[in-house]
């Protein structure tokens, strides 16, 4: 392998994370950022997001010298042999559709200060046809020097990102220019030597890959919490369910773990995303739009299981809620099941108290009426009930006992399956959990599925059109 310059636009979650491996694997890497106090942080050595194992890669990256932050772009991009744009793309708040505002106005700033022979690299998530874009983006600005843009895409899970990076599935690269697929091989020898698939494919086939990839798997969390709702009223369990379906090689066992729905910076985003993308193109996705519902209908309607549990209504309650962030192993509130919950909850009179191992810090900027305590069992103390929303693994071994003495009233919902129901009943708990009937008859209310009651989430439906009775014609950027 030989060291490659490579600057990443973009200090976030995956240009961080991207740079830092980068760096670690031998290349020179810059990282730049127009947020001037978060390059002052990464030069002192605060990480800005919570990722297991980062900050070791970032503190020893940039002690070996490969690795640096800077607010100049020009002068990163001016020294690189790839520059790698990692930079947000937000759903825009009008329609859903991916936000490529920052994309394109990093084209326009790095044009004319990519050096010839560079090539540029979309890491970040955006939709198909958008290489397309930022290469006319650059030859207006070039003329008839030719920049190649080659599309990346990342899959990364969070909480697991740095083993996700440099041991994937696979590494998709996109382009079919010769001597941009000798750059990205020389940047990606590492993990080829360790047997990892580098797959080369057309840019557009690599710009549809991610969002086809994040659609299925949240289609795969839709289905087993739907098959959880069944489970409830047929009396049967969900893990059995889910270890059956898992071991069948045709599926597999992972995003088979039934809870309060999807959220997180991908899933939500990129389904929404690749249906509006469908819809211009005149095409249905039936199936993704149905998941994007019924997942907004389940974080809605998990308010309704707290208020079920505790007799049907939760006014003046003290509701205490274990684990806020969208996972475990993350503190990225985006998108988070809890933050639906607790505003329900809040609207309906009901008291909230929180407690999360990492997200507190980014919850108080989104819900600032709720009074976060660092402990668990404090957090618990006085409670009519007790929410378990996020599987942290310092979660899974409170002292029950000692959890239901301090709670006003044992009661727990359990939404990520944590505990078992059988011993939580021993310690005292009257306890309601995902894809499961009630062990015996409710003490406070007759055990009834929370989806058989009045669908709040009914009045939350999303506006997406059925694609079907649709005529959108493609635009011409998309055919561009």
Same mark, same amino acid.
């Given at each position: 392998?030989?060291?490659?310059?490579?600057?990443?636009?973009?200090?976030?979650?995956?240009?961080?994370?991207?740079?830092?491996?980068?760096?670690?694997?031998?290349?020179?890497?810059?990282?730049?950022?127009?947020?001037?106090?978060?390059?002052?942080?990464?030069?002192?050595?605060?990480?800005?997001?919570?990722?297991?194992?980062?900050?070791?890669?970032?503190?020893?990256?940039?002690?070996?010298?490969?690795?640096?932050?800077?607010?100049?772009?020009?002068?990163?991009?001016?020294?690189?042999?790839?520059?790698?744009?990692?930079?947000?793309?937000?759903?825009?708040?009008?329609?859903?559709?991916?936000?490529?505002?920052?994309?394109?106005?990093?084209?326009?700033?790095?044009?004319?200060?990519?050096?010839?022979?560079?090539?540029?690299?979309?890491?970040?998530?955006?939709?198909?046809?958008?290489?397309?874009?930022?290469?006319?983006?650059?030859?207006?600005?070039?003329?008839?020097?030719?920049?190649?843009?080659?599309?990346?895409?990342?899959?990364?899970?969070?909480?697991?990102?740095?083993?996700?990076?440099?041991?994937?599935?696979?590494?998709?690269?996109?382009?079919?220019?010769?001597?941009?697929?000798?750059?990205?091989?020389?940047?990606?020898?590492?993990?080829?030597?360790?047997?990892?698939?580098?797959?080369?494919?057309?840019?557009?086939?690599?710009?549809?890959?991610?969002?086809?990839?994040?659609?299925?798997?949240?289609?795969?969390?839709?289905?087993?919490?739907?098959?959880?709702?069944?489970?409830?009223?047929?009396?049967?369990?969900?893990?059995?369910?889910?270890?059956?379906?898992?071991?069948?090689?045709?599926?597999?066992?992972?995003?088979?773990?039934?809870?309060?729905?999807?959220?997180?910076?991908?899933?939500?985003?990129?389904?929404?995303?690749?249906?509006?993308?469908?819809?211009?193109?005149? $095409?249905? /996705?039936? #199936?993704?739009?149905?998941?994007?519902?019924?997942?907004? %209908? +389940?974080?809605?309607?998990?308010?309704?299981? @707290?208020?079920?549990?505790?007799?049907?209504?939760?006014?003046?309650?003290?509701?205490?809620?274990?684990?806020?962030?969208?996972?475990?192993?993350?503190?990225?509130?985006?998108?988070?099941?809890?933050?639906?919950?607790?505003?329900?909850?809040?609207?309906?009179?009901?008291?909230?108290?929180?407690?999360?191992?990492?997200?507190?810090?980014?919850?108080?900027?989104?819900?600032?009426?709720?009074?976060?305590?660092?402990?668990?069992?404090?957090?618990?103390?006085?409670?009519?009930?007790?929410?378990?929303?996020?599987?942290?693994?310092?979660?899974?071994?409170?002292?029950?006992?000692?959890?239901?003495?301090?709670?006003?009233?044992? $009661?727990? /919902?359990? #939404?990520?399956?944590?505990?078992?129901?059988?011993?939580? %009943? +021993?310690?005292?708990?009257?306890?309601?959990? @995902?894809?499961?009937?009630?062990?015996?008859?409710?003490?406070?209310?007759?055990?009834?599925?929370?989806?058989?009651?009045?669908?709040?989430?009914?009045?939350?439906?999303?506006?997406?059109?059925?694609?079907?009775?649709?005529?959108?014609?493609?635009?011409?950027?998309?055919?561009?």
């Amino acid at each position: 392998m030989q060291s490659a310059a490579i600057t990443v636009i973009g200090t976030g979650y995956v240009g961080l994370v991207a740079g830092a491996c980068f760096a670690d694997w031998g290349h020179q890497v810059i990282c730049v950022d127009h947020d001037a106090g978060r390059i002052a942080g990464l030069n002192h050595g605060r990480v800005p997001i919570y990722e297991p194992g980062l900050d070791k890669i970032l503190a020893r990256a940039t002690r070996s010298g490969n690795l640096s932050f800077s607010t100049d772009t020009i002068g990163a991009v001016k020294s690189s042999q790839a520059v790698f744009i990692a930079v947000g793309t937000p759903p825009r708040k009008s329609d859903g559709e991916a936000d490529l505002s920052f994309v394109h106005q990093c084209a326009s700033d790095i044009a004319t200060a990519l050096r010839p022979g560079a090539l540029v690299v979309t890491k970040s998530t955006v939709p198909v046809g958008t290489g397309d874009v930022i290469e006319r983006i650059l030859r207006q600005a070039r003329q008839d020097d030719a920049i190649p843009v080659v599309s990346n895409p990342e899959f990364l899970r969070e909480g697991s990102a740095i083993g996700d990076f440099c041991e994937p599935d696979r590494v998709v690269i996109g382009t079919e220019d010769e001597a941009a697929r000798a750059v990205l091989r020389n940047i990606y020898q590492p993990i080829a030597l360790r047997g990892h698939r580098i797959l080369f494919t057309r840019r557009r086939s690599a710009e549809l890959i991610k969002y086809a990839s994040n659609a299925f798997l949240a289609a795969k969390i839709t289905f087993i919490n739907e098959m959880a709702d069944l489970c409830e009223m047929a009396d049967a369990d969900v893990g059995d369910i889910a270890l059956g379906m898992g071991l069948d090689r045709r599926i597999g066992p992972h995003f088979l773990h039934a809870g309060p729905g999807y959220g997180g910076s991908c899933f939500p985003k990129d389904t929404l995303a690749l249906v509006r993308t469908a819809q211009e193109y005149g $095409v249905s /996705l039936r #199936l993704v739009e149905e998941t994007v519902q019924a997942n907004t %209908a +389940r974080k809605r309607r998990m308010a309704q299981r @707290v208020r079920h549990i505790l007799d049907g209504s939760v006014e003046n309650k003290r509701i205490a809620i274990l684990g806020l962030t969208f996972k475990a192993d993350t503190d990225d509130m985006r998108d988070s099941p809890s933050i639906p919950l607790i505003e329900l909850l809040q609207r309906s009179g009901a008291v909230v108290h929180a407690h999360d191992p990492e997200g507190m810090e980014q919850a108080r900027r989104i819900l600032p009426n709720v009074t976060y305590h660092d402990d668990p069992y404090d957090c618990a103390r006085g409670a009519d009930a007790i929410v378990f929303l996020t599987d942290w693994e310092a979660l899974k071994h409170l002292d029950l006992a000692r959890l239901a003495a301090v709670m006003r009233h044992p $009661v727990m /919902l359990d #939404l990520r399956r944590i505990y078992d129901p059988e011993e939580a %009943a +021993r310690q005292g708990f009257v306890i309601e959990t @995902v894809g499961r009937s009630g062990l015996e008859p409710h003490p406070l209310s007759t055990f009834q599925p929370s989806y058989l009651l009045p669908d709040i989430a009914a009045q939350t439906r999303l506006p997406i059109a059925v694609t079907s009775n649709l005529n959108i014609q493609p635009t011409k950027e998309r055919l561009a």
